[in-house]
């Protein structure tokens, strides 16, 4: 507004300027006509009696004739000139300075011969005291040209008229430029109150006749929306009240369904017969089951426990957590076939090997295939069973399930599918070897959302898609259409719900560490390192005790002191290759313990058996090392949990720079497990590391965690599925309301 007013101001002042030059210009002229005008007049009237005594004996009559003309006020003095241009008389008062010859030289026409007559001649001389305007006037006598009068007039009036129309006018410009400054100030404001009133008005839901609102409006919502999703709850963060506010708030309550391969509690018979609760070593469990349990809902999975189908309702149902409630499991069999041939066959022996850059063979066998098909369509059977909705929002878990999300689509057309791929997906180039790459993309892209833990593994898939399929990428939206159908495909690094329950109830730091050198049967000095994984070729684990051997060939100063525990959960062990690595695994540990230990001391413990959380985390608390030493991994929610478990801001994280999390962990000593050497300094490096050092990292990396957790990572998936369905039915009833005209 102000710059409105200065702009106007500036116009007006420009205005004032130029109306006042053109006056001035004006009235200038108009004076000069005017003294002219009166010059020849003076003359012709004095014609007769000055022609009388116009020659030099009478020279004291011609001086008082045009004495008599100076009377006149404006006059000031008067001189008579012949025709040869010399002074015949002139008043007292007329100055030297304007002689006959001069006026005389401008009265010649300038084209005309000696003899042409004379003519008028009329100038305004600007001098210090003023404005004198000449005018040379031809004098006639009987038809004959005797001379010229030279009159010199005061113009001083006319300069003083010209200043005070100039005055005048700047002035009457100034008071119109402050009305108008004024009037445009007020306007302005009486249109902002009304503008401002009308749009609070629609903001707060009323009806608006104004459509140059709409646009506004929407944005404004929309960062409303954001703003409360943002800082929402109390300080910010992302909690389980918060997501399940996100929920309601987003998609009207409606039930999560999530499916997943792997279930979050196992019900196992045991040797007595009683039934023992299990929760498996499984990231994607680790990360999930909080987010069911804030949301409520179902969650379909392969019941794998050996008392699994004693623990569920006729509707294959069970409620969990055990004493909690608040969700339930959907249980869907399998025979020992379709296991064989989705699970360990396609799964585990294709897919997976595919995904991960850990030099294993990937092996696709065509009877693989189709279990994978036909389990895929059991689960998206399932998932129709168990919906409450026509347009549900399922999510739709890892490669177990490439095939789920178009599956689901054919059942509930309006689903809202997200599918989110738990492990990385591998370059175009490697994709392509499997022999059903293009319907597993088809697959996929039956989603509305798929997911992956970085960037990178997203553009992987675009250059797949683009290799195999015909569909457009839609780089801007970070989206695939095909056959009119758009899948968003985004990043949505996975993380631990915060805080980690199990912290809850983990005895204090001191007592895990007395608890677990008791447990191991170590020395008081002894300094722990701990890794926590399945036994899967892809984690490392073989990389990771050869790390340690070339520590305490380095460094003897660590021999009988440093123990490396490994907490290798049995995984997959009916396929060979796990088999083999078990084998390796133990009797690398039981070489280096034979070429380092002595007496009660072994460099290595090797713990192959399942440990239920609550023990996992009396290990990472105790440690004063963690090592995860993944060769390829989506994200590694091991390195995260170690991070969680130390609130005592102690222990250093070696973290391999393939992990996923290594892209978020930057405070752990990032490592290549492949470089032993590397490995092994990094190992040095954190057992002398400093308290202070320690805290540091630790403190920042939690201080990220607390904030991307898995809150988060479920909240923005499940707002942007929402933002996807919002669209979707505004689209609907866009297209509803054109049908109806
Ligand atoms: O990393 C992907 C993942 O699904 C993890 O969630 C889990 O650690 C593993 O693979 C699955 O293991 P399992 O075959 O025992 O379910």
Not at 372 to 398: C, G, K, M, T, W
Not at 434 to 446: H, K, S, T
Not at 582 to 606: C, D, H, K, M, T
Request: charged share 25%; proline share 5%; hydrophobic share 40%.
């Amino acid at each position: 507004m102000l710059q409105f007013v200065l702009a106007l101001l500036a116009g007006l002042g420009l205005l004032a300027w130029g109306v006042t030059q053109f006056v001035q210009t004006t009235a200038q002229n108009w004076f000069a006509r005017d003294v002219s005008l009166r010059a020849r007049l003076v003359v012709t009237g004095a014609r007769a009696s000055l022609a009388s005594h116009w020659n030099k004996e009478h020279r004291r009559e011609l001086r008082k004739q045009l004495s008599e003309i100076t009377r006149d006020e404006r006059v000031m003095a008067a001189a008579a000139c012949t025709l040869d241009f010399s002074r015949l008389t002139a008043t007292p008062d007329f100055p030297d300075g304007f002689g006959c010859q001069e006026v005389g030289d401008h009265m010649q026409s300038p084209t005309g011969t000696p003899e042409a007559p004379l003519q008028e001649w009329n100038s305004v001389n600007r001098l210090p005291a003023g404005s004198v305007a000449v005018s040379a006037i031809p004098l006639w006598d009987d038809g004959l040209e005797v001379g010229f009068v030279v009159l010199l007039q005061d113009l001083s009036y006319a300069e003083r008229r010209e200043d005070a129309t100039t005055k005048f006018l700047l002035a009457a410009f100034g008071v119109v430029a402050l009305l108008a400054a004024l009037v445009t100030l007020a306007i302005a404001r009486l249109s902002r109150q009304a503008w401002s009133a009308e749009l609070r008005k629609a903001l707060r839901g009323d009806r608006t006749q104004r459509p140059e609102f709409q646009p506004i409006l929407r944005d404004v919502r929309e960062l409303v929306e954001r703003m409360i999703e943002d800082t929402g709850d109390t300080s910010g963060a992302w909690t389980a009240e918060r997501l399940k506010q996100t929920l309601r708030r987003n998609l009207r309550g409606e039930r999560v369904v999530i499916l997943a391969n792997r279930e979050p509690y196992v019900h196992n018979r045991e040797p007595d017969g009683s039934i023992r609760v299990l929760h498996p070593a499984s990231g994607l469990v680790t990360a999930l089951e909080p987010v069911l349990r804030a949301c409520s809902g179902v969650w379909i999975a392969h019941g794998s426990g050996t008392a699994d189908r004693d623990t569920v309702d006729r509707s294959d149902r069970v409620r969990v957590p055990p004493g909690e409630e608040s969700y339930y499991i959907r249980r869907v069999w399998l025979s020992q076939q379709e296991e064989d041939g989705y699970y360990y066959g396609f799964s585990n022996e294709g897919l997976w090997p595919l995904c991960h850059l850990s030099h294993a063979r990937p092996l696709f066998r065509s009877e693989d295939w189709i279990e994978y098909q036909l389990v895929n369509e059991r689960f998206a059977d399932a998932v129709a069973a168990e919906v409450d909705s026509d347009d549900p929002i399922v999510l739709v878990q890892d490669y177990h399930f490439a095939l789920a999300p178009a599956l689901i689509r054919e059942r509930l057309p309006a689903a809202t599918v997200i599918m989110f791929w738990h492990i990385p997906w591998p370059n175009s180039e490697r994709f392509g070897i499997c022999p059903w790459r293009n319907q597993i993309l088809e697959g996929l892209l039956g989603s509305s959302i798929l997911g992956f833990h970085t960037q990178f593994h997203c553009n992987n898939f675009f250059d797949s898609v683009d290799c195999y399929l015909e569909a457009r990428i839609d780089h801007e939206q970070h989206g695939v259409i095909r056959q009119g159908h758009p899948t968003l495909v985004r990043p949505y690094p996975i993380s631990l719900e915060w805080p980690v329950r199990w912290l809850e109830s983990a005895p204090s730091q001191p007592e895990c560490r007395e608890q677990v050198w008791r447990e191991l049967q170590l020395k008081p000095d002894a300094l722990l390192g701990v890794g926590v994984d399945r036994l899967d070729y892809t984690k490392g684990v073989e990389e990771r005790l050869l790390a340690v051997e070339t520590l305490l060939e380095r460094f003897p100063q660590f021999i009988g002191r440093f123990t490396f525990v490994q907490l290798a959960a049995p995984s997959r062990t009916k396929i060979d290759r796990y088999r083999e690595l078990n084998e390796l695994v133990e009797q690398l540990a039981a070489r280096i313990n034979v070429r380092f230990g002595s007496g009660s001391y072994r460099p290595i413990i090797l713990r192959r058996f399942h440990h239920e959380p609550p023990d996992v985390f009396r290990y990472y608390r105790a440690a004063h090392v963690c090592y995860v030493s993944s060769l390829h991994d989506g994200m590694n929610l091991v390195a995260k949990e170690f991070v969680a478990a130390r609130d005592d801001l102690r222990g250093v994280l070696l973290l391999s720079q393939f992990t996923g999390a290594a892209r978020e962990l930057t405070e752990a000593l990032i490592v290549n497990p492949y470089d032993l050497e590397e490995v092994s300094t990094a190992l040095a490096t954190a057992l002398r590391m400093p308290a202070e050092e320690q805290a540091i990292r630790l403190r920042s990396m939690r201080t990220l965690l607390s904030h991307f957790n898995v809150y988060r990572w479920a909240g923005e998936m499940l707002s942007d599925a929402a933002r996807l369905r919002s669209h979707e039915r505004l689209t609907g009833r866009l297209l509803e309301g054109a049908a109806a005209e």
